[in-house]
Every structure is written in C-alpha cells, then in structure tokens.
Nanobody, 121 residues
Framework: QVQLVESGGGLVQAGGSLRLSCAASGSIGRLNAMAWYRQAPGQQRDLVASIGKSGGTNYADSVKGRFTISRDNAKNTAYLQMNSLKPEDTGVYSC???????????????WGQGTQVTVSS
C-alpha cells in the first residue's frame, strides 16, 4: 500500500503565508515527480506546481514568484511554501506523486486526500 498525506492547510488573511506538506509512505521503491493541484469551488482541478526527482520545478503562471515547491527525498516529502496569498488562491490543495512500488517496474500515480486553504480578503 502507498499513502500520500497532506497537512498545513488552514485559514489565512490575504498577504499571509502557509506551508503545505505531502508525505508519502508505504511500499515505495522509487518516488518520482511530485506535484500540487488546486481545486476551487465549482472549478476543475488545476496544476499549481510540480517537482521532479532531481529537483526541476514548474509553476502555474498565477503563482510564479509567490509559491515555492521543494522536496526532501530522504523523508519522501514534498512541500509548498505559499507567500503573498490572495483570495483567489482559496481551494482544496491535493498532492500527487508518481511511484514505483517495490517489486514492480511500473509507475503509478497516487493522490492524497487534500487539504483546505482559505484566504480571506
């Protein structure tokens, strides 16, 4: 079994900061790319940021310069540092990861349960 568990969401005023964590655990042979997605009420889930196994990053235009994705491979954990938060950043933030389980050669995508971020104006 593989699990992704997010934490760090909450309520914050506009201009504030939050740091999200996504910890992967279980039968992990290799942890490849990890990413954060955001789903606002009534909208589709959109990519916020992604990070490869070697640390290469990619960001949605709306968060460039404000959000930073990072990872600690020793802890199988990805982070999303969110600064200068805006009300439009409100939504459920979910992480996903490409994982090759022990005794497998195939990568599968796993999702966490999501954490709510609410930014008040």
């Amino acid at each position: 079994q593989v699990q992704l568990v997010e934490s760090g969401g909450g309520l914050v005023q506009a201009g504030g900061s939050l740091r999200l964590s996504c910890a992967a655990s279980g039968s992990i042979g290799r942890l490849n790319a990890m990413a954060w997605y955001r789903q606002a009420p009534g909208q589709q889930r959109d990519l916020v940021a992604s990070i490869g196994k070697s640390g290469g990053t990619n960001y949605a235009d709306s968060v460039k310069g404000r959000f930073t994705i990072s990872r600690d491979n020793a802890k199988n954990t990805a982070y999303l540092q969110m600064n200068s938060l805006k009300p439009e950043d409100t939504g459920v933030y979910s992480c996903n990861a490409g994982i090759v389980r022990f005794f497998s050669t195939r990568e599968s995508t796993y999702w966490g349960q999501g954490t709510q971020v609410t930014v008040s104006s």
